[in-house]
Nanobody
Framework: QVQLVESGGGLVQPGGSLKLSCAASGFTFSRSFMRWYRQAPGKEREQVATINSASNYVRYADSVKGRFTISRDNAKATVYLQMNGLKPDDTAMYYC???????????WGQGTQVTVSS
């Protein structure tokens, strides 16, 4: 069955860094768009970063440009989100999302909490 398992969240001070990972299984990871989303309490879900299967198309929300980097390792079926210069406004639950190029799949992980606070 399809699984997306996020890890790497935690509590970090403002200005700090975290690297999130999302391990995928149960579908063709190498032929899937991968995205990171986040949702803070009382706020709408926000698309944070997108990467295509070949890693030659990446997009970021304006709020994270220059601070976050999305990457993937197709051999390990894992997508990453390197987060630098973290701010309190980055506090949210971060979710991994996969959309395979074929079919109608739209898969989500369970989320990993990121809290930025002094």
């Amino acid at each position: 069955q399809v699984q997306l398992v996020e890890s790497g969240g935690g509590l970090v001070q403002p200005g700090g860094s975290l690297k999130l990972s999302c391990a995928a299984s149960g579908f063709t990871f190498s032929r899937s768009f991968m995205r990171w989303y986040r949702q803070a309490p009382g706020k709408e879900r926000e698309q944070v970063a997108t990467i295509n299967s070949a890693s030659n198309y990446v997009r970021y929300a304006d709020s994270v440009k220059g601070r976050f980097t999305i990457s993937r390792d197709n051999a390990k079926a894992t997508v990453y989100l390197q987060m630098n210069g973290l701010k309190p406004d980055d506090t949210a639950m971060y979710y991994c999302n996969a959309v395979p190029l074929e079919g109608s799949g739209d898969y989500w992980g369970q989320g990993t909490q990121v809290t930025v606070s002094s």
